[in-house]
């Protein structure tokens, strides 16, 4: 793998992803709720499965990008060899902290903007040369297994990239990939919706039931389009956002928007991405609060300008904020929701 092999060998990663899973007997995955995260915990599942080793699925908390959201228990009950983390990117003293309670190695696959890890096998391209873009982690497993390109691959790029995947190197390869296949973007698009639709709707257990699905349809587009559960679960979550999306910003400050929402779902982010798309020359902020978890979060979306100073200034101010280029996302105690959106709209005037 010339292409990728200077990465691969950078400090905390010196042995290759496929001999660190071969030689370890039970793997603990956990991933991020999201259609990337579904689709590369999938990806990682076919490679042990064939490779006879065993594992056990592990989602995070909806929502919660900190050690509280972690499922530890669950973790040591699987008795892994390894845990391995995908797609979900938990600032380093976290790891650190993950790392000496489960006492197990940790080997993490990302793409995500975050410092590069030295203490644990760390996978994250991006976190060596943030000027690299990388459409999803399935893109980076993509590499790491020399895999060629296959359904969940495309898939986890359609939920992060959507129709901007045309501005990445990437794209290519996967605009191939559809000729070859007779298949369009939209269509994978939709596929990516219809997994993020299990977390939408916060069960994490259809997040877990989602991964051994996604592989029995072994590749077939329309078996994934025609999943019964998922289509009940997108339904529900539309309607929901068509609500959301009819409202006004509540707050508008220079080239950013502000609005407000309330829910029971977890819309925040797929409802920023809707309205940027819809005001692609603005900046777009939204406050969200999930009802049921009683969790608060702001999300920032920019096509234009480049959010990875606005997460490393608002990290620097104490706060739990992460994202990538076009994206930034905080977790906020709901009633400090206001100070902290002071900071992001003072921020923001800074760098754009
Ligand atoms: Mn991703």
């Known amino acids: 793998m010339a292409g990728s092999s200077s990465w691969v060998e950078m400090p905390g ?68 060899d390894a845990l391995i983390i995908l797609d979900y990117a938990l600032k380093q003293h976290v790891l650190d902290k993950l790392e000496d309670n489960l006492g197990i190695p940790i080997i993490v696959v990302d793409h995500h903007h975050n410092r590069l890890r030295e203490r644990s096998t760390y996978f994250n391209p991006v976190a060596i040369d943030p000027t690299r873009r990388y459409p999803s982690t399935t893109w980076v497993l993509k590499e790491l297994l020399e895999l060629p ?70 590749d077939s587009l329309e078996m994934v389009l025609g999943d019964e559960e998922w289509n009940k679960y997108r339904l529900i979550v539309e309607e929901e956002l068509d609500r959301l999306l009819s409202s006004e910003p509540a707050k508008i400050v220079g080239n950013v928007l502000v609005y ?23 900046v777009v902020v939204v406050v969200f609060e999930n009802e049921v978890e009683e969790l608060c979060q702001i999300y920032v979306r920019s096509w234009i300008h480049n959010l990875i100073s606005l997460i490393d200034m608002l ?38």
């Open 260 to 282: 407000n929402f309330k829910s029971k779902y977890h819309l925040a982010s797929m409802v920023t991405r809707r309205l940027s798309l819809l005001h692609e020359d603005k």
């Open 149 to 218: 390109l296959n359904l969940p691959i495309i898939i986890g790029a359609a939920g992060d990239c959507m129709e901007k995947i045309v501005r990445l190197p990437q794209w290519e390869d996967i605009k191939n990939y559809l000729a070859e296949k007779n298949l369009d973007w939209n269509t994978i698009i939709k596929a990516s919706e219809l997994l993020d639709s299990n977390y939408k709707i916060g069960s994490r257990r259809a997040v877990v039931r989602a991964v051994e699905k996604l592989l029995s349809y072994d």
């Open 13 to 80: 990663s010196k042995r290759s992803l496929i001999e660190l899973l071969e030689e370890t007997g039970r793997v603990a995955v956990l991933y991020h709720w999201d259609s990337d995260g579904i689709s590369s915990a999938t990806i990682i599942v076919d490679f042990l499965k064939s490779n006879g080793l065993e594992y056990s699925l592990h989602v995070p908390r909806i929502g919660y990008y900190s050690y509280d959201g972690l499922p530890i228990d669950e973790i040591k009950h699987s008795k892994a």
């Open 315 to 352: 990290v620097e101010e104490g706060y739990n904020a992460g994202g990538k280029r076009s994206v930034a996302a905080l977790i906020v105690e709901c009633d400090k929701i206001e100070d902290a959106l002071s900071s992001v709209v003072r921020l923001l005037s800074e760098i754009t």
